[in-house]
């Protein structure tokens, strides 16, 4: 499991490595285009449920440190939904990895 780390370290977030992999993608887009947006995730039931919600802001520091120390490959569909869902009102969320081969859209 790798580690978002945002901010002075108030907010540290568990993600796979793979899903960090690709949300680093699309933060790291839309901060290098000096954009802010929401991010979102579902807590564990060992973290009691629920759900967070972030201002990500080019501003504030941000750490991701992975688990592995291989990078995986990227899939471009993922990539292309999860950005779609960062541009959305709702901000950005972790969303099911489609088939590469899919069409991409987020539902």
Known sequence: MGRL???TGDTDVEFEDRLL???KVVISTKL???EAFMLS???GT???SGRSTIWIHPSIPLHFRFYGNKSPAL???WIEDLM???NSTGGLRPVPEP???AESGVS
């Open 5 to 7: 780390i945002y901010g």
């Open 21 to 23: 992999a690709h949300l």
């Open 32 to 34: 290098r285009r000096n």
């Open 41 to 43: 995730w579902e807590h």
């Open 46 to 48: 060992e973290e009691g």
């Open 75 to 77: 899939n471009r569909v």
């Open 84 to 86: 779609l869902a960062a």
């Open 99 to 101: 088939d590469e081969h």
